[in-house]
């Protein structure tokens, strides 16, 4: 087995798969104790990140001025429509639907479902596009055709014999 073999585990952290790579970190770790085990997280695509950044920090913003009583509107030289007038009578409300609603939004931009396995950088495994994760024999009978074709000594193999 070559010196640093890594098993590498690239989850979206927000979806619950932690426990999920603690376990298979824990079970690889027990079979082939030559292996380490790493994890990452897998970041969403594109500016997904950036707009989920920018809708909480727009959310805690919103939120400040409802707990304020800041008129947003007034600032703008527009009317106060009925809906910021109820959110300022009800501020609970209004801040807990703010919260939840924008921390949906947050959650959608962000998740993948990722949960993608390499073997020194050569893929194993991908939820996305298996859409389910691997079973723990499926992934050691995958991870030792993995290691046996990297054993393989192909360019000084003898086919002619």
């Known amino acids: 087995m070559p010196q640093s073999v890594t098993v590498k585990f690239i989850s979206f952290y927000s979806c619950g798969y932690r426990k999920v790579f603690e376990d298979y970190a824990g079970i690889i770790s027990q079979k082939y104790p030559d292996i380490s085990v790493v994890g990452a997280n897998y970041d969403p ?37 009925a809906w910021w007038s109820w959110c300022l009578e009800n501020k609970l409300y209004a801040c807990m639907m703010m919260f939840f609603l924008a921390n949906m939004l947050e959650g959608q931009l962000v998740s993948s479902g990722a949960f993608e396995i390499s073997l020194d950088n ?31 000594d192909i360019p000084n193999s003898n086919f002619a014999q």
Do not use: H
């Open 122 to 152: 050569i893929p194993l495994w991908s939820k996305l596009e298996t859409g389910r994760i691997p079973q723990p024999p499926e992934l050691f009978q995958i991870i030792d055709n993995t290691l046996q074709f990297s054993k393989m």
């Open 45 to 81: 695509p594109g500016m997904n990140m950036y707009l989920s950044r920018m809708i909480g920090f727009g959310k805690m913003l919103v939120i400040m001025c409802i707990l304020s009583g800041v008129n947003i509107f007034a600032w703008l030289n527009k009317p106060q429509p």
